[in-house]
């Protein structure tokens, strides 16, 4: 009986934490010459390392998003337009998000810790 009572008490300190939610990170680029990575209403910075869900809205066929840093090189197309989720594990580092066409001056950053 202790041993049932005891996988229970388990069961219930690892199922919910198998089923957490990472956190979701948004990014914009588009219509206009923009790019932007949000988290709420914050712009990204610095981030702890970990496990992040990344929701992109590709709003112009002039433009991708790219994602780049340590282990990570995530994009969206061009000529194409849409939605797009990836879920990235982000290591300590720099990482970079550019629309390739426009790199010089659509650009920004963050850092991992």
Do not use: E
Not at 49 to 60: E, L, N, Q, R, V
Request: glycine content about 8%.
């Amino acid at each position: 009986m202790k041993l049932v009572a005891l996988a229970a008490i388990l069961a219930a300190l690892i199922v919910p934490s198998a089923f957490a939610s990472s956190p979701t990170l948004v990014g914009t680029v588009g219509p206009g010459f923009t790019i932007t990575l949000k988290q709420g209403s914050a712009t990204v910075k610095k981030l702890k390392a970990g496990t992040y869900t990344f929701k992109i809205s590709d709003k112009s066929n002039l433009h991708d998003f790219h994602l780049k840093g340590p282990g990570v090189n995530k994009t969206t197309s061009t000529p194409k337009k849409g939605n797009v989720t990836w879920t990235v594990k982000l290591k300590k580092g720099k990482y970079t998000f550019v629309c390739d066409p426009h790199a010089t001056f659509m650009k920004g950053s963050f850092t991992v810790s």
